[in-house]
């Protein structure tokens, strides 16, 4: 049992923006043209989603995505929000992970998550949609441990395999932070991640969803981080106009959950960036280390330097 409690400054804070589709397809300069943008812009880091087949079918495989941006432009982080890794096998994941680290090294910054959106996916790449958790989970410990570099073995219900090594070890070592809302979720952050990826939240449940994580790491058997890495996910609306703001938001947000936007208003500000940017600042205040911001705006250009005044803003006040 782990009980010492970390001592380390927290980590800075960090903001990033997503890599949409012109990021990542379409004429290879047109794209480094947009990550040059993002980076010359402060931006701290790129996100990007996966999924296999996502309602309509639309996806993108968060791993290879993840590597495409890594090459494309130097020294810009790479955020994953989050990876599907209940329907995968841990030891390529493991192979993979570690190939993006020995090229791009210290870039990589891995977000896990059961996929709680859309059942269907998770169906038909053979996985019982119930056993979506505890696949998680015993996936998350065999990664873990594949990830040391160390000879791994393991045995369950899920996953078996004896002396698998991955060489060489990430070094530094890619941070894993785990995303999800259930109970479940908020305890595999606590046992197995180095922090939380939350979404869908106010900033009072944030703060609390921090502290419980921190006293369930009393009982976690691997030490826990020097410093949590808790994140938020958030899709904005940016324009100077609320109502054109709040129009392109909803009609984005509705075109991918294929659900009405009304219940997740209360999480997904819109508006300026100032308006934003106040409304996030108090997740901040919670303990939010690192936000992965989705801008909805009326282009790509507009939406980079939208989210750039965003985390000029936080940072001047939490950095």
């Not at 305890?187 to 106010?202: F, I, K, P, T, Y």
Request: proline fraction near 6%; hydrophobic fraction near 45%; charged fraction near 20%.
């Amino acid at each position: 049992m782990s009980t010492a409690v970390s001592a380390a400054a927290p980590l800075p804070l960090r903001v990033g923006t997503n890599a949409n589709n012109a990021m990542t397809t379409g004429p290879l300069a047109a794209r480094r043209a947009l990550l040059e943008r993002v980076r010359a812009a402060g931006l701290d880091h790129v996100f990007t989603a996966d999924h296999v087949s996502f309602h309509t079918g639309i996806g993108m495989d968060g791993l290879i995505q993840a590597a495409t941006l890594a090459a494309s432009v130097p020294d810009l982080a790479i955020h994953i929000g989050v990876y599907l890794l209940a329907l995968r096998h841990p030891v390529p994941v493991a192979r993979q992970i570690a190939q993006i680290a020995e090229s791009a090294p210290g870039r990589l910054h891995l977000g896990i998550g059961v996929g709680g959106e859309d059942r269907h996916e998770v169906e038909i790449c053979g996985v019982d949609p119930k056993t979506r958790g505890q696949r998680t989970n015993a996936a998350l410990e065999a990664l873990r441990g594949l990830l040391s570099g160390e000879a791994t073995s393991h045995d369950d219900a899920f996953f078996s395999f004896e002396d698998a090594k991955i060489l060489p070890a990430p070094d530094p070592a890619v941070p894993i932070v785990i995303g999800g809302r259930a109970d479940a979720a908020i305890r595999r952050a606590a046992m197995l991640g180095d922090g939380w990826l939350g979404v869908w939240c106010s900033p009072k449940r944030f703060g609390a969803v921090v502290r419980e994580i921190d006293a369930l790491a009393a009982e976690r058997s691997a030490p826990r981080p020097a410093a949590w890495d808790h994140g938020l996910q958030v899709w904005v609306g940016l324009d100077a106009d609320r109502g054109a703001a709040r129009e392109r938001l909803a009609k984005e947000m509705q075109a991918f959950y294929r659900i009405p936007f009304e219940p997740f208003e209360k999480y997904s500000p819109y508006g300026t960036p100032e308006e934003v940017a106040d409304f996030l600042a108090a997740y901040a205040e919670a303990g939010c280390r690192h936000f992965n911001v989705m801008p909805i705006a009326s282009n790509v250009e507009a939406g980079i330097e939208g989210v750039a005044e965003i985390r000029e803003r936080l940072r001047a006040t939490h950095a």
